[in-house]
Structures are given as C-alpha cells and as structure tokens.
C-alpha cells in the first residue's frame, strides 16, 4: 500500500519549453504532496509544498511562476517546469504524505530526469 | 532549527564487510520522526525504516540494523555482510511530528566491492 507513481520517469526537452510532470498516489489519498529537486551527488531540496484545492507553498529562492504546481485532485499533482532552460536539468521527485502502511509518513516516487538541451 | 548531519559522504568495503552509517541530528521538537532511505542508481528512494521519537528501541531487519540513542541525537545504520547490491546512496531524514517538513541529510554513498 501507499504506492506513490511519478510519470515520466525519464524526459529531454529543448530549451523554451515546457515540461509537466505528475505525481499521483494510487492506493491513497494524499491532500499534501511534496516536490523535491536533486542536483547530481547532492541531498534532495525541497522546492514546494503542495496542498489540494490551494496553491502551493514554495521554499525560499524557488521561483514559483518556473516551478508551476497543481494539486487539483486529492491523487494528483503536477509540476511544470515552464520555459526550462538546461540549468533546470535536474532530477525531481515527488513524495505524498501516507496515513497508511507501514511506512506511516512520507512515500516517494521514483523521480523524473529532466534533461534541457 | 532541525538538521541532519551525515558526516561520512562516501564509504568503501568489501564484500562481507561490515559497515555503520552514522547520522546525527538536531531538533527542538520532542515528538519527531527518523527515516532511512536507500536509493540505488535508477534513482528512486526507497524506505528503509522510520522511527519515532518516543522509541529508543534498537531495530533489526535482515541484514540491516539501526541505534536510535537520544542521548546522542544519532541514529545509525549498520549493514551486517554486505552484498554488491547494497552499494548505493543512504540518506537519513528527520520529520516534524505533523509531516509538515522533512529534512534530508547529505547522503552516504556506499560502495561494496566484491
């Protein structure tokens, strides 16, 4: 249970386009999601907090008009990186809070790999 | 404010070997939550363990063993034997007792060696 898929696994773009990515929890509902970006052999950073039916909360220095989240259904957010420059290659990942399963807490995606060229 | 330190940024052993990776946290809260993730080269992070703050009790699962001591803020992880495919990325994490923040630690990269 608390199974959390992220879609696409893996995407290349070119520079100045968009590039949506979505986080769904299949098996619960998730009213808070997380997104993380991770630089290569770096920690995970908390880009935004997620929250349905409002808008997100962004962490300090991320830009929230590049960044676009949408959480418009209780097992569905996305994050759309708008006008994506090859900076913004990066590895993003999702997580939704789980009120069930062993691992009571936070459950992951398996992450996307953004490639801008 | 809460952090997680983990010290060791890469580690190397041989197949068989022995390994603890250790993890060091700070937090005002009394009610918060420890995790340990694992995550291989494909990328995704995989839940190793969680561990509230009210539990001090040693875990152990298989090969993999955690020392929760409060008294020392860690929270540690030992490999019993390692395999070739524990050679990953560990990441150890600490969570606000409402979910509402969780903080990573830098990681520790794992390399077994066969």
């Known amino acids: 249970g608390a199974v959390v898929s992220q879609h696409p696994s893996w995407v290349i773009c070119k520079s100045g386009t968009s590039v949506k990515i979505e986080c769904r929890s299949l098996?619960?509902?998730?009213?808070?999601m997380f997104w993380y970006r991770q630089f290569p052999k770096q920690s995970l950073m908390l880009m935004a907090t997620s929250n349905e039916g409002s808008k997100a909360t962004y962490e300090q220095g991320v830009e929230k008009d590049k960044f676009l989240i949408n959480h418009a259904s209780l097992t569905l957010s996305t994050l759309t990186v708008t006008s994506a420059h090859p900076e913004d290659s990066s590895f993003y990942i999702c997580s939704a809070l789980a009120d069930r399963g062993h691992n009571y807490g936070y459950t992951f995606g398996s992450g996307t790999r953004l490639t801008v060229v | 404010a809460q952090k997680v330190t983990q010290a060791q940024t890469e580690i190397s052993v041989v197949e068989k070997e022995d390994v603890t990776l250790d993890c060091v946290y700070e937090t005002r809260d009394t009610t918060y939550y420890l995790f340990w993730y694992k995550q291989p080269p494909s990328g995704e992070l995989v839940f190793l363990i969680r561990?509230?703050?009210?539990?001090?009790q040693n875990e152990i699962s298989g090969r993999y063993s955690w020392n929760f001591q409060k008294s020392t803020s860690s929270f540690n992880f030992t490999i019993t034997a390692s395999q070739v495919v524990d050679s990953a990325v560990y990441f150890c994490?600490?969570?606000?007792?409402?979910?509402?923040?969780?903080?990573f630690g830098s990681g520790t990269k794992l390399n077994v060696k066969p």
């Open positions: 994490a600490l969570s606000e007792y409402n979910f509402n923040k969780f903080y």
């Open positions: 561990r509230n703050s009210f539990d001090e």
């Open positions: 098996d619960f509902q998730a009213t808070t």
